[in-house]
Nanobody, 121 residues
Framework: DVQLVESGGGSVQAGGSLRLSCVAS??????MGWFRQAPGREREGVAT????????VIADSVSGRFTISQDIGKKTIYLQMNDLKPEDTAMYYC?????????????????WGQGTQVTVS
C-alpha cells in the first residue's frame, strides 16, 4: 500500500517560513506534489516535481516564495515556504500519481496524505 505522511505544518506570522515534509512508502510513481485546501475553497495545486529528474511546476500564487525539493534516499519531498501570507492558510496535502505528467490538477492524483495545517496570521 502507498502511504504518504506529511509533517511540518504550524502557525506562523506573516512573513515567516515553514518547511513541510512528505515521506512516501510503497510509492513507485514518477510525480509527486503539494496541494492545499482552505475552508470553503476547492483544493488547488501548489507545486509538483517529477521524480527523480526534479522538474518542477509551481503555481503562480506561490512562485518566488515556495520551493519544492526531494531527497531520493529518504523518499521524501519538501515544500519550503517563505514570506508566508494569511492567504496561504490552508490544509496542505502531499500527493502522488501513477502517471508521468506532473500537473497541478489535483483530480489527476491517485494517492494522498492526511494533510498538515498551515496557519498564517
Amino acid at each position: 500500500d502507498v502511504q504518504l505522511v506529511e509533517s511540518g505544518g504550524g502557525s506562523v506570522q506573516a512573513g515567516g517560513s515553514l518547511r513541510l515534509s512528505c515521506v512516501a512508502s510503497g510509492y513507485s510513481g514518477s510525480c509527486m506534489g503539494w496541494f492545499r485546501q482552505a475552508p470553503g475553497r476547492e483544493r488547488e495545486g501548489v507545486a509538483t516535481m517529477s521524480l527523480p529528474y526534479g522538474t518542477t511546476v509551481i503555481a503562480d500564487s506561490v512562485s518566488g516564495r515556495f520551493t519544492i525539493s526531494q531527497d531520493i534516499g529518504k523518499k521524501t519531498i519538501y515544500l519550503q515556504m517563505n514570506d508566508l501570507k494569511p492567504e496561504d492558510t490552508a490544509m496542505y496535502y502531499c500527493a502522488g500519481r501513477s502517471g508521468s505528467m506532473c500537473l497541478l490538477d489535483p483530480s489527476r492524483y491517485d494517492y494522498w496524505g492526511q494533510g498538515t495545517q498551515v496557519t498564517v496570521s
